[in-house]
């Protein structure tokens, strides 16, 4: 048993550290790409590799150990989904510094519009110094302006930027461009107070929303590490698991576990808001 379990666990950590490593090579490739968006796209294949690197090694060492094709499924779908669904802060701070970066892109607009500058004038004189959570974005906007018109590359810029938020400074700018926006400064003072009541509010929730973050971290971590122990100190108390309907039954317990821990993340994370300019393409337009 030492010697088995040993190896499947080095089994198990070098397939996961190698496809680490391969998702380390190709992101080192990508970070030397001048495009940010290319950089960031890399970044999030990385996430996706080191997940499926994460899984592969599971699976390894619970096949190893079990000889249950059941129990290498669960462990693979296990290392591969739990990540996701015990994490996600990481994510919600991130929206909530892009909604402050909307408004704070918004404040510059209104401030340059003030000075007697023209629309595409002053969102090319903010591209440089738009907050950094939108600025590829916005300097993405401003290369677009020198092929497309105004309003495609709004339309454009509303889909890299994917917030509610964006899309009601876009519309208003899409109007402003149309010459049906008037007292625009005014319209993007107010939508900016918008955006920032916006992200308090998320901040608000994010925190009454911790304590169940925190008990279904506590509930899953239980579950596994008991999981793991009577697997590695009572292999016998599973045996019945050994059978062709101790498969079945495990897979059963196994999807009743999956809906459990999936129900305590949809809890722990709230509804995302509905973008009205979600349709739209980027060659489409508000």
């Known amino acids: ?26 992101r080192r490739r990508d970070a030397l790409a001048p495009s940010h968006r290319r950089v960031l796209s890399g970044l999030h294949r990385d996430r996706l590799i ?37 994490s996600g802060t990481r994510q919600r701070a991130r929206q909530v510094a892009r909604t402050e970066a909307i408004a704070g892109w918004a404040e510059m607009l209104r401030d340059t519009l003030s000075a007697a500058a023209g629309l595409e004038q002053a969102i ?26 105004l309003v495609p590359a709004l339309g454009a810029f509303a889909v890299d930027v994917a917030d509610p938020t964006g899309d009601l ?13 008037r007292r625009l400064s005014d319209l993007l003072g107010s ?3 918008a955006a920032r009541d916006q992200a308090a509010m998320q901040l608000r929730v994010e925190a009454g929303r ?14 596994l590490v008991f999981a793991a122990g009577l697997l590695l100190l009572n292999r016998s108390y599973l045996s019945p698991f050994g059978t ?11 999807l009743l ?30």
């Open 1 to 26: 048993m030492g010697p088995v379990t040993a190896l499947a666990t080095l089994l198990g950590a070098g397939l996961g550290l190698g496809v680490v490593l391969i998702a380390n090579g190709l």
């Open 124 to 149: 090319t004189a903010t591209a440089p110094v738009a907050p950094l959570p939108i600025r590829a974005e916005v300097l993405a906007l401003v290369q677009r302006l020198e092929t497309q018109r």
């Open 50 to 86: 080191g997940r499926l690197g994460a899984a592969l090694g599971c699976a390894v060492l619970v096949g190893a150990l079990t000889r249950w094709p059941v129990a290498v499924v669960l462990a693979a779908a296990g290392a591969y989904a739990l990540p996701g669904m015990l």
């Open 169 to 181: 400074v876009v519309a208003a700018l899409v109007l402003a461009a149309g010459h049906e926006a």
């Open 244 to 254: 062709p309907l101790g498969q079945a039954m495990l897979g059963v317990i196994g």
């Open 257 to 286: 576990f999956a809906g459990a821990f999936w129900w305590l993340s949809r809890l722990a994370r709230p509804a995302a808001p509905e973008r009205f300019l979600a349709a739209q393409t980027h060659t489409g337009t508000p």
């Open 210 to 223: 911790a304590r169940t973050r925190t008990s279904s971290r506590v509930v899953v971590g239980a579950t």
């Open 191 to 193: 939508l900016a107070a």
